[in-house]
């Protein structure tokens, strides 16, 4: 059994809330758009497994540090990680085909600033994009989802909602 914190477009900033909701999980992944390599040096302290895509606003030096897609096993669970990917039914061009070809059992993006847990039916999978925890951007409420993976099991799913972007 794995808990797992899923963040997504933190744009270089750090907010001690990141520790509180991600100290007690097994993994950390991020969506993208970390922002600075300091950042990721933070989160890659915090844990021994922080797995992470780059972002379109990442800089060279994270695009070197990380892929644009990520694909891997956690526990039995088949999981496709990256920064621009859209959502059931519109996914962008750039993974579309990736996802219809060999769908994972987990999709996870980011990019848009808007939280979606949603089960694609045409897929069989699970799509989350954890919406933003950073303070760029449009978005009116910072967020960051905790999630559960036992065996071939996704359960447990949280959304957490932090301070208010200023």
């Known amino acids: 059994m794995k808990r797992i914190g899923i963040i997504s477009d933190t744009h270089g900033y750090w907010d001690d809330k990141y520790e509180t909701y991600l100290g007690d999980v097994d993994e950390i992944w991020h969506a993208g758009d970390i922002g600075?390599?300091?950042?990721?040096?933070?989160?890659?302290?915090?844990?021994?497994?922080?797995?992470?895509?780059?972002?379109?606003?990442?800089?060279?030096?994270l695009r070197i540090r990380y892929p644009e897609i990520l694909r891997f096993k956690c526990e039995d669970v088949d999981v496709l990680l990256k920064h621009i990917g859209g959502y059931p039914g519109h996914y962008d061009r750039s993974i579309a085909q990736k996802l219809y070809a060999a769908p994972p059992q987990l999709f996870v993006c980011g990019h848009s600033h808007i939280l979606?847990?949603?089960?694609?039916?045409?897929l069989q999978?699970?799509?989350?994009?954890?919406?933003?925890?950073?303070?760029?951007?449009?978005h009116k409420e910072r967020t960051l989802v905790r999630l559960v993976i036992d065996g071939s099991e996704m359960k447990d799913c949280e959304v957490i909602t932090l301070k208010p972007r200023r």
């Open 116 to 122: 979606k847990v949603q089960f694609d039916k045409t």
């Open 36 to 61: 600075t390599t300091e950042l990721a040096d933070r989160f890659e302290a915090m844990k021994p497994v922080f797995r992470a895509v780059c972002g379109n606003c990442d800089g060279g030096d």
């Open 125 to 138: 999978l699970l799509h989350i994009n954890p919406g933003a925890a950073g303070i760029m951007g449009w």
